[in-house]
C-alpha cells in the first residue's frame, strides 16, 4: 500500500497550539510525495501532535493509531519510538506512549548543547572536507531555495548540515550531534509553521556558512553557526511562546 503525505490543516485544540489572530497563513506539506507506511506513521502523527490535534498529555494507542492509519501496528510502533527519540512522546511505565508536548526548558537544553558540540564538528569537519561534499551541500542549498514545504525543507536542512560533516560521518561526535538535531528538527518544524519567513533567512545564513566551508575558514564558520542556531532558537521561543504550547510531563 502507497501513502502520501498529508496536508497539514491547522485545527488546535484548547489546551494546545493557540494560533494568534494575525499568524502568517499556513505552509502544507506536499500530497503527491510516496511514502513508506512507517515514513507516512512519523509524518502524521509528528504534525497532529505539533499542530494540536493530539494534546499533552494524551495517550497513544498502537492499536487505535493502527487502525486510524490503515496500516499493521509494527510501522506505528516503529514511528513511536521515533517520535519518543525526537522527544514529542515520552515512554510511561503504566500508560505506555504519551504526548508530551513542547517545553522551553527542552530546546534551551538542546540548543546549549548544539552549540558546542557543532563548534567542534565544524573545527574536525573543515580539516577533512571534500569538494564532492561541498558539491553536495550547494545541490542541497539550492533545492531548500525553492521549497516553501516545510517538511521538505526541515529534512533538507538535516541534509545540507550533514553533507557539510560527511567527512566526520562515522564518528561519535557526530552520532551525538545528529541526536540533537533530530530531537530539534520538530521544533523548527513548529517555528516554521509560525514564521514561514524564517526559511529565507536561514536560507541566506546557510549560503555564508557555505562559503566559509569553500574557503576553509574555521573559525568565521564556527562563528556564524553559533549565529545561526541563535537565531534558529530565538524563532522557536517565540513561536512556543505565541502558540501557549501547553507541557505534558517528563520523559
Known amino acids: ?121 565544524v573545527d574536525e569537519a573543515m580539516q577533512s572536507i571534500t569538494a564532492e561534499d561541498i558539491a553536495q551541500a550547494e545541490a542541497l542549498h539550492e533545492e531548500m531555495l525553492q521549497t516553501q514545504d516545510v517538511t521538505r525543507w526541515t529534512e533538507l536542512n538535516l541534509e545540507f548540515h550533514a553533507a557539510l560533516w560527511a567527512s566526520q560521518a562515522h564518528s561519535r561526535l557526530a552520532h551525538l550531534v545528529k541526536a540533537l538535531r533530530d530531537a530539534a528538527a520538530p521544533y523548527i518544524t513548529l517555528s516554521l509553521y509560525m514564521s514561514p519567513e524564517h526559511i529565507a533567512h536561514s536560507n541566506a545564513e546557510h549560503e555564508d556558512i557555505l562559503a566559509q566551508y569553500k574557503k576553509r575558514d574555521a573559525e568565521v564558520a564556527k562563528a556564524q553557526t553559533i549565529l545561526h542556531l541563535n537565531d534558529t532558537l530565538e524563532t522557536i521561543v517565540r513561536a512556543i511562546d505565541s502558540a501557549e504550547v501547553v507541557d505534558g510531563g517528563g520523559a
Not at 98 to 113: A, H, S, W
Request: proline content about 6%; cysteine-free; glycine content about 4%.
Open 1 to 121: 500500500m502507497e501513502y502520501t503525505a498529508s496536508p497539514l490543516v491547522h485545527q488546535p485544540t484548547a489546551t494546545a497550539l493557540k494560533t494568534p489572530s494575525n499568524a502568517p497563513p499556513r505552509v502544507h506539506a506536499a500530497p503527491s510525495r510516496r511514502l513508506t507506511a512507517y515514513q507516512f506513521a512519523v509524518q502524521t502523527l509528528r504534525a497532529d501532535i505539533l499542530q494540536g490535534r493530539m494534546t499533552a498529555g494524551e495517550r497513544l494507542r498502537q492499536d487505535d493509531l493502527a487502525k486510524r492509519l490503515e496500516m499493521s501496528t509494527t510501522p506505528v510502533r516503529e514511528a513511536l519510538r521515533t517520535l519518543i527519540s525526537e522527544g514529542l512522546v515520552f515512554f510511561d511505565a503504566h500508560r505506555g506512549a504519551v504526548v508530551r508536548g513542547l517545553t522551553l526548558d527542552d530546546v534551551q537544553e538542546i540548543y546549549r548543547l548544539r552549540k558546542v558540540l557543532e563548534s567542534m564538528m
